[in-house]
């Protein structure tokens, strides 16, 4: 029979960007939200979130700041919708070029975004000059553990494969690990942080997440000769079983306040 956690009760079809989208915001958002919850947010904060994709995270922003405003930015802005609230704005924007303006944000959040983009410090640094006094920045990115520690042969040839054509496509997947030091570069204070693992077994949304990318992507990590077709089918096959279960990468989460003077 069966397991809970079996692939068999995963996607089997084609997911589409949108749907990959919102699986990953079932998984990470309940944490985003406690942590925000936890670091307190006023409900007449001015809200900024960074590549906000499907928008799960700016429509809870914008009930818990009901007071205040939500500004939703990303360079591709069509599954965000403007209508979900009165108090929140979307808008079509490069991080790393746009200005949101000096002082403007009681709180700005960026997940899963400076990671992808070419000088991530760079724009941290100006996403803290964005902040007004007091204001919080939180940025929350994945560390990838080394892909040699993995706990299978084939997990450790897919890590290693899926970090290495992340990084071909641009991303820094070590990069999160400097966070708390970037914030305090920043000019930052009472910077702090945490960090939540992530990996087959670790929660049916990780499973499902990885098993329906590779579904869908892992034929290019065999076109390039990154892993074989028996690795790829034995590692997606093998999701959901207790043997499969490791910790492939960390969700780190780092913030700091704006000093107040
Ligand atoms: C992995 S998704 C994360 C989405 C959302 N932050 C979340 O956690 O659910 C990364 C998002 O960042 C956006 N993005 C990437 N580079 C960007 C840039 N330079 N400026 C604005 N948005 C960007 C992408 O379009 C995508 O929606």
Redesign the pocket.
């Known amino acids: 029979m069966a397991s809970a956690r079996s692939t068999g009760s995963l996607t089997r079809g084609q997911l589409s960007p949108l749907d990959q ?1 919102r699986l ?2 079932q998984k ?1 958002d309940p944490g985003t939200r406690a942590l925000i919850d936890r670091l307190g947010l006023p409900s007449d904060a001015r809200c900024l ?6 928008g ?2 700016a429509y809870w922003l914008a009930g818990r700041a009901e007071r205040g405003s939500v500004l939703a ?4 802005p069509r599954h965000l919708d403007a209508g979900r609230a009165p108090n929140l704005s979307v808008r079509r ?4 070029e746009e200005d949101f303006g000096e002082g403007a944000f009681d709180l700005i959040l ?4 400076l990671e ?2 070419p000088r991530p410090d760079e724009t941290l640094a100006r996403a803290a000059r964005w902040l007004a006094p007091g204001g919080l920045l939180l940025v929350q990115d994945f560390y990838y553990l080394p892909a040699e520690h993995a706990a299978t042969p084939v997990s450790r040839a897919l890590v290693g494969a899926y970090v290495r054509r992340m990084e071909q496509q641009g991303a820094d997947m070590g990069w999160a690990r400097h966070l708390p030091s970037a914030l305090a570069r920043a000019g930052l204070s009472g910077v702090d942080g945490s960090v939540a693992p992530a990996g087959p077994g670790q929660s049916p949304q990780d499973d499902e997440l990885i098993g329906t990318r590779l579904r869908q992507e892992g034929h290019t990590l065999v076109e390039n000769g990154l892993v074989t077709q028996e690795e790829l089918t034995s590692f997606v096959d093998a999701l959901g079983s207790p043997h499969a279960r490791d910790m492939t990468t960390l969700l780190v989460s780092a913030w700091g306040r704006r000093p107040r003077a």
Do not use: I, K, N, P
């Open positions: 989208l990953f915001e990470y979130e960074l590549g906000a994709g499907a799960s995270m930015v990303d360079t591709d924007a490069d991080v790393t960026a997940r899963a975004v992808h983009l």
